[in-house]
């Protein structure tokens, strides 16, 4: 018979190992956790952004001074940059004012004022401001000019 010795982990070392991967364990998580709750975030934002620039494309579209002198149109109607002027939309609505229900927890604003641009009167140069707004970001802003040509 040989004599050899055998090799063992101790209780000591077994339980050490199991709160050691414990721990690791737990950190892990955590940083899955808070990447898994904000990874919704990169496409509201860019929904919002896109939101904006709808609205921005369709006010830079129409006519700089009110073409038939109608004031207090419905959204439909429009006719003119300042008709935006105000406009506070509780979910994203299209340029027809009907509403688009994936797009309900979206808040768009816009703001429309005189402004001098460059030399030009501000008389003639109009500030658009859009706002997209949603619960989980900070507010998107666009700003563009339209001018009187």
Do not use: C, W
Request: aromatic letters at 6%.
């Amino acid at each position: 018979m040989s004599n050899q010795r055998q090799t063992a982990f101790t209780l000591i070392e077994v339980i050490t190992t199991i709160v050691i991967l414990a721990v690791a364990a737990t950190a892990i998580m955590s940083v899955f956790t808070s990447t898994i709750k904000s990874s919704a975030n990169p496409m509201i934002q860019q929904q919002a952004v896109s939101i904006a620039e709808a609205y921005m494309e369709e006010i830079l579209l129409k006519s700089f001074s009110d073409p038939d002198g109608i004031g207090g149109e419905s959204r439909s109607n429009y006719d003119d940059v300042f008709d935006y002027d105000g406009l506070n939309d509780v979910g994203a609505r299209d340029q027809d004012d009907n509403a688009i229900a994936s797009l309900a927890d979206y808040t768009v604003t816009v703001s429309v004022a005189n402004d001098a641009l460059n030399g030009i009167a501000s008389a003639d140069a109009a500030l658009i401001t859009v706002t997209a707004d949603h619960t989980v970001l900070d507010p998107i802003v666009l700003q563009g000019y339209r001018a009187n040509y």
